[in-house]
């Protein structure tokens, strides 16, 4: 009788963020738990990143970019060819784990090398190719464990779950980098990781129970190998117009995004001398941006997304840039830019990302683990090092924040457009399930 009445209790609770049946409420709860662990985790990591690449150079962040990219060429195929031939119940898990072990690495280089300019770029560059990896993979398997219909009402809550983790990461970051220094902040960062993938474990059990009951159920199983070649990524999403407009959005996503990081390391590199005041600097907007995301993620996503629709949840990102970078353009200085970064990445993780990640719930197991992980981490990527050289460019023949922020206006339009033309494919009068599943189809 007890452990019947705990997760009706439990679900009255919930009710009033979101709507959850009682057949999703463990799924639903371990995933919560899952990515608050999984972004706690990385957002520990994040702004000490972020300050040893001002130790490499704010000037030469465009190299770092590079050096990223080449990294996420060489590690997509590498992904692409475990999740062949390993069974996904395993490989997933040991995605995170593999994680673990390189800062484990890193961790005893920085104890033997203090300050080293090519191992914090080493590290740079490594944290910023895994970062996308782990994220990649969560909503791969999100999107394989809920339907369209589920993905709607549950998205947004889940995502808060990251939020949270990603507000307490930098937040715990920010008290402890002083204290404790940056190399200590790696083994808690390897702990948070050992216990998401606890949570996975867990949650690879409730597939068959969160399909039952739903006309629109994920019926994919995890006890399988994906079969075929390393390339299958690119070639699904070649052969596919609704993941080539998927990947036109993530790509001007990344350049609105890499404009804003150019000129915010700029600013706090001159604002702030010491490594740990910089770094701390960078968790304290993380810590902002991701307790500001949680509201509006538990109360607004869901609702946004079954009233409005998705065309609306990807919209509106790209139409606040536009005035964001009016604003940054009238008043070039440090407070209206980090003002802009919050708004842009609030706007993001709460209700473009989500929305983003609805997108998948309408394609084949194969395209939502290779062809997604292509999107989401090479996509990324090409976008990142192509704006950060395009802005370093600008930055050379003389254009400061205001002149780049009139760039960013341009780019942000055009964003905009992708985004209707996206939302309007996935919301067709034969629903967004029709659309993806006939586009793979005639192509096979």
Not at 155 to 163: E, L, P, T, V
């Amino acid at each position: 009788m007890t452990d019947s009445r705990g997760p009706k209790v439990f679900a009255r609770l919930l009710s009033s963020a979101v709507k959850v049946e009682a057949h999703e409420l463990r799924a639903v709860v371990l995933a919560f738990f899952f990515f608050l662990f999984l972004l706690g985790s990385y957002y520990i990591l994040r702004p000490v990143r972020d300050a040893l690449g001002t130790v490499y150079g704010a000037k030469n962040l465009q190299e770092l970019y590079t050096g990223t990219t080449i990294g996420t060429l060489i590690a997509a195929p590498i992904y692409a060819a475990f999740a062949s031939r390993i069974k996904l119940s395993t490989f997933l898990p040991w995605i995170y784990g593999f994680f673990i072990l390189t800062i484990l690495a890193f961790y005893a280089l920085f104890e033997t090398v203090e300050q080293d300019r090519w191992i914090a770029a080493g590290f740079f560059v490594w944290v910023s190719v895994f970062n996308l990896f782990i994220t990649s993979v969560f909503w791969s398997f999100m999107a394989d464990l809920f339907s369209r219909s589920q993905a709607k009402r549950l998205f947004g809550f889940i995502s808060a779950g990251g939020s949270v983790g990603a507000a307490i990461g930098p937040g715990l970051t920010a008290l402890l980098a002083e204290r404790l220094g940056n190399n200590a902040l790696l083994l808690c960062s390897c702990l948070g990781f050992g216990i998401a993938i606890l949570f996975l474990r867990q949650l690879e059990k409730e597939k068959l129970r969160v399909a039952s009951g739903e006309p629109d159920g994920q019926t994919s199983r995890l006890d399988h190998k994906l079969g075929g070649n390393l390339f299958d990524g690119f070639r699904l999403l070649a052969k596919s117009p609704y993941l080539l407009f998927i990947a036109s959005f993530v790509l001007l996503l990344t350049w609105v995004s890499t404009i804003l990081y150019f000129q915010q390391a700029d600013l706090i590199s001159q604002a702030f001398e010491s490594r740990e005041a910089r770094t701390k600097a960078f968790a304290m907007v993380d810590f902002i941006v991701n307790s500001c995301a949680i509201l509006v993620q538990l109360f607004g996503t869901g609702r946004i997304a079954q009233r409005f629709g998705i065309t609306t949840t990807l919209i509106i990102n790209p139409v606040i840039m536009v005035f964001a970078f009016v604003a940054v353009a009238i008043s070039p200085i440090l407070m209206v830019l980090l003002a802009v970064q919050v708004v842009r990445r609030v706007s993001e993780y709460a209700i473009a990302r989500p929305g983003r990640e609805m997108l998948f719930t309408v394609v084949d197991q194969e395209s939502k683990y290779k062809a997604k992980n292509v999107i989401d981490t090479v996509v990324y990527r090409v976008g990142d090092l192509s704006s950060a050289w395009v802005t370093a460019g600008l930055q050379t023949v003389g254009l400061g924040v205001g002149g780049i922020a009139i760039f960013g206006v341009a780019v942000s339009a055009c964003w905009g457009g992708i985004a209707l033309m996206l939302g309007r494919r996935y919301e067709d009068v034969q629903g967004g399930f029709g659309i993806a599943k006939r586009e793979l189809e005639t192509t096979e």
